[in-house]
């Protein structure tokens, strides 16, 4: 298929563009290199133009997670018993202590 996507922005008064790209696709095609490049006429994909709605209203809610290591508290989950909810990590050999930035579990 080699049809020209045109992508627009969806506005009722935009069905005269398709009509008149479907009524002047016999001009185009007197021109053989032109008939080559639009062997047929191009297809209109609308995209749905902005409304109030999607200005104000987040499509999802930022999470609020503590950082650390947690069960996830599945109840077909075998390894929540073994997991030590700490935000902390040492290294037995340097004696270093490392502080866990991000929220992991054992999901």
């Known amino acids: 298929m080699n049809r ?16 008149i790209a479907r009524d002047l696709q016999p001009m185009l095609h007197t021109d053989t290199r032109l008939k080559q490049i639009f062997p047929e006429p191009p297809l209109f994909f609308y995209r749905q133009p902005p409304n109030l709605r999607k200005m104000i209203v987040r499509s999802d ?14 109840n077909r989950c075998e390894t929540c018993k073994y997991i030590l909810c700490k935000g902390q990590f040492a290294i037995p050999n340097t004696q270093k202590v490392y502080t866990i930035l991000v929220h992991y579990s054992c999901a």
């Open 61 to 74: 809610l930022p999470k609020t997670t503590k950082a650390g290591t947690f069960p996830c508290n599945s």
């Open 4 to 19: 020209v996507p045109i992508v627009v922005t969806y506005n009722p008064q935009l069905n005269i563009i398709r009509k």
